[in-house]
Structure formats: C-alpha cells, structure tokens
C-alpha cells in the first residue's frame, strides 16, 4: 500500500476518511458516499459478542474506523472498512474478548477471475471515499492469469511524499487530425462507454453524464436514443449509431461534440444487439421508435457498409450532418484488426475505438464473451505498431476498452499504445454492481442499475449515482499521478506506447 | 429449396434439484421480526416459492436465488448470509469443471444458449481448448446470421471417403464409383461413454436422440438389445477384431461400423469390405505421435472414417510430454493435406468436448466432426463423482432414466450447442460448417498472439501459462 496517497486523506474522529480540501480547482470535490445498502461487503467480518461492556477501546485503536461508540453503546461495526488480519488490533485490545474477526464468507460467491472480490470491493471503496482502500486488499489487479493481470510497471522510484497533484496533467486530445473541426480534448484519459437507454435505468445514464461533465470527459449514449434529460450534458456526450439506427435522429447527431459508429462490441463480436422484450418498457419503446414489450435486434453487421468505400460513405454523412463532431469508429479485435483501424484512419475517423473480447455487456451468448476475437492487450500493441508503421500514429486517437478495470490497467493499456481507453463495467461497479450477471432477464438489474423497471429504477438516487462517479476517478486521477511519478512522467501522454516501462511476469528479465 | 435444419427444443425438468453454486444460509437467532422482512422483498420469489424435497432432503431456495445478494445487504438483523456450496466446489475435476457441468445442465433443461450479462469472467486463456480464440468478421467481411433466421447457415457435413477426381469413358459419359457417403445434419456423432451408470434405457434415451437429431451413435456390441433395433440405422457398433464374426447380424443392419485399431486392422478392412460391401467402416485408433502416420496407412487402406480419440480430459500422452486433442489432431490433418489425400477421409476426433466452443475448435483443428460422450451423461444429470466407476450406485440414478426425458434432454443440449455454433460460424461469416474444418486462419492462438505482441516486447516467454497464479 503506497503511502502518498493515504497522505491526502485526513483521518477524523475515529478515521472517517475525507479527502484533503484541495484549493478550489478544476477537479471535482470527493464526498464521503457510502453504499447505498444497509450492510456493505467487505472483506471481513468482525462480530461483537455480549461480551462487550462497551467500553470503546476498539474505536480508539482502530485506525480504520470500523468502530464508533455512540453515546453509551457500541455502533454496529462497519465491517467493510476493516482490514482484517493484519491489522487485528481490536481483537487484542478488546479487555472483554469480545470481538472476532473472520473471512467474509459472502467474498466466496461475488466476483469473478477477472473482477475478483478484491478487486470489487476496492472499486466500492473508492467510490466511497476517492481514495485507493487502505489495507491488504488488491485493487491494481484481478486474477485471470494473463494480460494485464500479468503486466507491471518499471518503476524508477518510490513513491513520492506530498506530491503537487495538480501540477500533473492527465488531459488527452481527442482531434489528432487537426482538419478544423472540434479541438475536443478530455481531463481523464478515459471515457465512459456505451449503454443505452433501456439497458440502464435513467438515474445510471445522467449520474454518468454529470460525473464525466464533472471530470470534464464524456459519456456515451450507447444504441437507444438519446433522452431529453441529457441535454444539459450534451457537450460531454457522445452518441452512438449502431446497426439497429435505434433512437438516431439528425437531431440526435447535431446534439453532440463526439458521434460514436458501433461496429462491433467485445463481449459479442460478429453478432448482433439483444434487448429482450421485458427490459423494452414504454419510455425504451418510444425513445427506439418501437413497440413496448417486444424483443429489439441490432444487425451486424451494418448492412449499409460492406467495403472501406461504404465505411467512407458513413462517416462522411455524419460528418456532413454535423460539421464540428468528431467521428469514433468502434470496432473489435478480430485478427487484422490493424488493417481496420487504417481503413479507419482513410476513410476519415478521428478516433479508432478498440473494443477486446472481454468487455462488459448487458447480455451476451457465453460462448461469444469467452471466445470471439482477441483479448485487448494484443490488439493495442498490433494497432499502435501497425499505425506507426503506416506514418499515421500521430494523426489518430487510439482508444482502447473491454476488460479495463482499474486505474492500473488503464495506465498498462496507454503504456502499450493506447492513447486513452473507454471504461464500463468499473462505473457498474461503482454503483453498486456486484456482477451477478443478470442483468438481461426479467425486470432487470435488480440493484437498480442496469433496468428500466419504474420499482427497481427508484433504488438508486441520481445525486448519490453522481458522486460515487465523482469519487471513483478521483481516486483513479490520484493513482494516474502517482503511477506518472513514479515513472518520472509528469503528463499522461508521455506514456502512451512506452512499453519499455513495462515488464511482464511470464517473461524472461522480469 | 431442401428443409432447413431445425432442432426443436422445449424445457424439460431436472428429476433431481441441480447443484448450486451457492448457497443462501439464514438463521432465526437474531431476528428482529421486521414488519416488513427483506425475505419478502425478493424479486425472484426465493423466499415464497422455496420448498423442500423430501427426498433428496434438499431446501430449493438455491435454485430459485439469482445471487443479487439485496437480502444480504438489506436484513437490519445481518442473518443472512450466503456462500459457496461445498458440493458445488467438490463436484467434477480440473478438466470438468462445476461450471462447466452446471452449464450443460441448464442446456439439457431448457435447450437455450447459456446468455447472460456483465462481460467474460474466466481466465485471460488456459489450457486444452482455452488457449484458442475464434476471429470474427469486422466491417467489410458479412457476418452471417444464423440465429434469428435470417440466413441459412448449414451445418451439415457428409462423412465418408470422396473422390479426388472424376473420370469419364470413350463416350464421355462419367465413370462413377462413388464410395458410399452419409450425411449427418450436425458435426457431431455420440461417442462411446467411458463411463456411467449404463443401462438398456440409457441407451435408448441416446440412440433415440441421435435418431431424431439424424445423426450416429457409437454403442458396444456388448451393449446390444433388440429394442434398440427400432434405431439400427443411426446406430454404429462397436466391435473388436473378435466380435466380428459373433454379430454378424449387427454389421448387416448398421450403415457404418466402428473397428478398434489393434494395428492389423488394414486386414480386418479388407474382409469386412469383401463382405459388406455396402457397410462404412470407421476405425478407432489412438491419438499420439504417430497417429499421423497411422492415419495415413488406414486411410490408403480405404477407411471411410478414422476416429482419432484421446483420453477423456482430451489429453495424449506422447513420449516428449502431454499433448492436447487439437494438437495432435491438427498434425494428423495437416500431414494428410500435405500428402494430397486429405478429402479421401473423415476425420472424427474426440475427448474432452464438454462445451459447444470445443466443437467449433475441434474442427477448426482439423476434424470433420467430432464425438460427444461424457457431456450425454451430464444432460442426463451426472454430478461425475465417478461412484459408477468404482461400481457404488449412482447418485442421480441414470441407469433408471425414462428414454423419452433422457432423448429430450440430449436433444435439448444438442439443440443448445447447434446455436452455439451458429453463433461462432455467423461471427466468422461462414455458411457452411464445412468451411470451418482447418481452417486456422480462422482462429487465434494465444502462443502466437504472445509472440507477436508480448515477444516483441518482452523477449522469451518463460512461464507455461500460469492459469490464473496472482501475486
């Protein structure tokens, strides 16, 4: 655990953890935002037997503050915060012995290889409090074996004390092509991806739209239709085409900075869009011009595009419709996938977007998930090479996604090639998702997240959407500047495709 | 225009409550007798619908839990809870995993792709099948949409030998003497099961299925009973060299026939051939390293169909080390491309499928189609405790399965990996199943993504896959 960023938390009473105040900024204020569900999950679980006199020894030793004497009784303990054993504290100071501590056995049944529990309940923390979880809890990596999970950085020192945050600079631009249309540039080098309408309930889109208006990036509409309740966010929002046209209107196109095609997604390339007939309520049906109730299909591919002439043809027309937005084209990793990001570059994207095969999803057949195209990491490196190859690195926006999860692995995909990536599942994840992988059926998300049913859409408020947003890129922005530091960078674009900063695990001089 | 190809599938109930992977635990000690209790709150029912089969001694909130954990989170008195399932964690091994197990169950009940939400959860890549990805069309290949209908994506492949060229007399007229070709609908025959509680049902549940699906079934000789004979024509006996005088009767019947390699069988083709003319003759030898050359003898000694098998778990065992199914079976494809003769026979390979993707890469890798056993006996709910190996009695009780539950489950699993692979196919813009065998050009290897990306940079790979080991 890295001392400098802990420096930039005070503990008050009893270790509520706030950020320091820093100087009124361009950066948005972290609030302390807990989980929105009575007992939050961590790691541990430490039970208070009636043993306890309650004398509020543990509060005074716990540094965490998982406990708190509230007149003359002990508080319920705030189980997630603490940092179990090696800390253990309580446990020998309690004169009564009343407390034990143990594994949560809930850690058992979340989480995943790729969001392991750990990695869950550190993005849950840092969404409550914009700070990396103190503690022996993994928050860097997940535990698929490969990629990422096996890729670390050649630090070339310690990190730092009191490090001047803001005189680090974490901006991107968007417009490489400098060909007069918006100079767009982001305050994160990372945006926020696509979900629609009716595949997220309303409170999830503009709690996302403020957040990234906040961190001043973008959203994204996803393929659905972009509702009136964005508007006031349209200069942080991108939309979407995708081959369904679900929701695209001239207006819609005319709205926004940044104008995203979908080829392809990375949880199931080659296939189409599902949205099953119980998520399409009347509000999704009427956004995609549909009916209420039945199952919607998104093609693949478009079937207006079957050559590069016909991809041209695209972009062209959006970029007749609206002469300042930029073009993203969104495709996914199959094995010339640097072939099409050139394609792309000519037929006149600004942006390639390179979606691998283990990204995030509202529903997706398994066996597409697990083993259509490649998985990210390669496919930055083939594009980033390819692309300095060809002499048009320097005019293109490499943004890479699908299965970025941590602050970590986004500086580990900009150190690969990739000038900035596209996140998901972390903001699911922030908000509350436990990745219970039902998302698609019946009513939907049934935290409230990922569904369009009037009941389950109430469990979430907008303002607490809003920072628990705020809150996880901040503590991610903090782990950018101390990644940079740590690699005597000061801006985040001194490192894309400096993979000599890199090693990996499974290689030979690791 | 021929009838489409469609497998008709309609849930059908498990006998026995499925393993869970989870289980909820909640107790009363502590109970604050809530007005409004969280129990009541489920959106899935778990706590209204919940009963307790007194059979099995078994509570089916399990079942019913979709794991949102809301009344975990949500009990003001924190009594419930809920963890791993320590049958779930013990049940199946390294290779047949619970998951995978509990997979295809779902797949026999429903006859549905397994869909869900959130993005892949497994490892970066494994071993066996998992070091292989499929490619996918982007942007100027077409897709193919097999699955809502809108095109026609066949999967049919014809087993047999096939000329290498036609001929035609002084009139030229052609001269043919086509050898004899069958077509199966799916790239898939039913292998023989190498273990389970078998029994004459069990047999009848799965010829019966391969009867309906239209495809084969490999069943021992030993395992003959004349009710089966209602599905002879699906039906591919299993014999030894010895067996093939003693039923005679069941070479008569069968369209194809299946003969144990004991290294003489050039021999026992020709005699089989002199007598049977109109029968197809499939050898069954191992794979290992000198399967390729084997191969080649069998198939210049005019085998129609050589099914190439490893263990169950898909490994060989060669004298430099283990090597899995598709290694091998991809040198023996590749070394009858090289000699010109590949097309002159079928290639069945088979061990270790237990999913729909391991079809798909199974031909990827050079097999016309492949052979599914052990997954038969999961549609029929194996938990693969292997009791029946060591002769215990059957958890499940598959030898007493009723014939038509068990071929509506196998036809539900089938008809749930068909999809699967039209899935695949649509991705890669193929029409034709066919189009799918060796081609590699199709698929990605993680030793080759590795060292064209990460060798560049890196250097030396010096770890084996390290299959999920964090720091």
Known sequence: MNK????????????????????????PQVECTPCRFRNAIGKYRLRRSDACVACGTCAEVCPYGVHKKKLNKMARPKHYLCTGFECNKCVEAC???????????????????????????????????????????EYKIGDSGG?????????????????????????????????????????????????????ISLNTMVGRARAWQAWDSFTCTGEGGYPQELYPYDDHVITQVATGLFGVREETIQRVKIVEFKYAQGAKPGLGGHLLGDKVTPEVAAMREAVPGSSLFSPFPFHSVYSVEDHKKHIDWIKAMNPKALV???????????????????????????????????????????????????????VHNFLKEEGIRDR??????????????????????ADGVVIGT????????????????????????????????????????????????????????????????????????????????????? | MPKKYHIHTETVAPRFVP???????????????????????????????????????????????????????????????????????????????????????????????????????????????????????????????????????????????????????????????APAEIEIPIPMIFGTLPFGSLSKDVYLAMAGAAAELETLIEIPAEAWDKDLEQYARYIVPVLSEEQIETHANLIESAQVVEIKDSGKSEGVLKTLRENNPDTMVMIKTALNENCPQRVQVLAEAGADIIHVYADRNGNVDCEDKTWFVKDISRKVHDHLVDLGIRDSVTIISSGGIAMAEHVAKGVICGADAVAVDVPLLLALECRMCLRCERGLSCPVEIENVYPEWGKARIINLIGAWRNQILEVLGAMGLREVRRLRGEVG???????????????LFGKRIAEPSHGVSE
């Not at chain 1, 001047?164 to 918006?182: C, H, M, Q, V």
């Not at chain 2, 970066?124 to 499929?134: A, L, N, Q, V, Y």
């Not at chain 2, 809502?148 to 007399?169: C, P, W």
């Not at chain 2, 199709?442 to 560049?456: N, V």
């Open chain 2, 19 to 177: 393993v869970e992977k989870g289980t909820i635990l909640d107790w009363e000690a502590g109970c604050l007798r809530c007005f409004k209790c969280v129990k009541r709150k489920c959106i899935y029912g778990a706590y209204n619908k919940r009963t307790f089969d007194i059979r099995q001694l078994s509570d089916t909130i399990d079942n019913i839990c979709r794991n949102c954990l809301i009344c975990v989170q949500s009990c003001p008195g924190q009594i419930i809870t809920k963890t791993i399932n320590p049958e779930y964690e013990q049940m199946g091994d390294s290779y047949w995993t619970a998951d995978i197990i509990s997979r295809q169950w779902y797949q026999a009940e429903t006859g549905s792709i397994p869909v869900s939400g959130a993005g892949y959860a497994g490892p970066f890549s494994g071993p066996g099948f998992d070091d292989m990805w499929t490619d996918m069309s982007e942007i100027v290949r077409p897709t193919r949409d097999g699955i809502h209908g809108r095109e026609y994506i066949n999967t049919l492949v014809s087993l047999g030998r096939k000329l290498a060229s036609f001929a035609f007399d002084d009139q030229g007229e052609p001269v043919l003497d």
């Open chain 1, 328 to 382: 993203s084209v969104k495709v996914s990793t199959p094995t010339d996938v640097d072939m099409v990001a050139v394609g792309s570059y000519y037929a006149g994207a600004h942006i390639i977007h390179l979606d691998g095969s283990y990204g995030g999803t509202g529903a997706a057949p398994e066996i597409a998930k697990k083993n259509i195209a490649m998985p990210i990491e390669y496919a930055i490196v083939k």
């Open chain 1, 147 to 199: 990629g990422f999970d096996r890729i670390r950085f050649k630090f070339i020192k310690e990190p730092g004390e009191d490090l001047d945050i803001e005189s680090f600079s974490t901006r991107i631009p968007l417009n490489r092509l400098k060909d007069g249309r918006a100079d767009v540039e982001i305050g994160l080098p990372v945006y926020g991806g696509g979900m629609s309408y009716g595949s």
């Open chain 1, 95 to 137: 004169p009564e012995q009343a407390l034990s501590l143990d594994e949560n056995p809930v850690t058992k049944v979340i989480g995943d290889r790729r969001w392991t529990p750990d990695l869950l309940i550190s993005t849950w923390y840092m969404a409550e409090t914009g700070q990396v979880p103190p503690g022996g809890v």
């Open chain 1, 4 to 27: 400098d960023l802990r420096a930039h938390r005070n503990v008050e009473e009893h270790g509520t953890p706030v950020l320091q105040s820093s100087s009124p900024s361009e950066f």
């Open chain 1, 396 to 417: 293109m926006t490499v943004i890479a996604s699908g299965g970025v999860r941590t602050a970590y692995d986004v500086a580990k995909a900009i150190a690969l090639g």
């Open chain 1, 426 to 510: 972390s903001e699911m994840v922030a908000l509350g998702c436990i990745r219970c992988k039902n998302c698609e059926s019946g009513r939907g998300c049934t935290r409230g997240i990922a569904t369009t049913d009037p009941e389950l859409s109430q469990l979430m408020e907008l303002e607490w959407a809003t920072q628990r947003l705020i809150n996880l890129f901040g503590a991610w922005r903090l782990q950018f500047v101390e990644i940079l530091d740590r690699l005597g960078m000061t801006d985040i674009r001194e490192l894309v495709g400096r993979t000599d900063c890199l090693r990996h695990l499974d290689y030979e001089g690791s």
């Open chain 2, 442 to 456: 199709r698929a990605m290897f993680f030793e080759d993504l590795e060292a064209q990306t990460f060798g560049e």
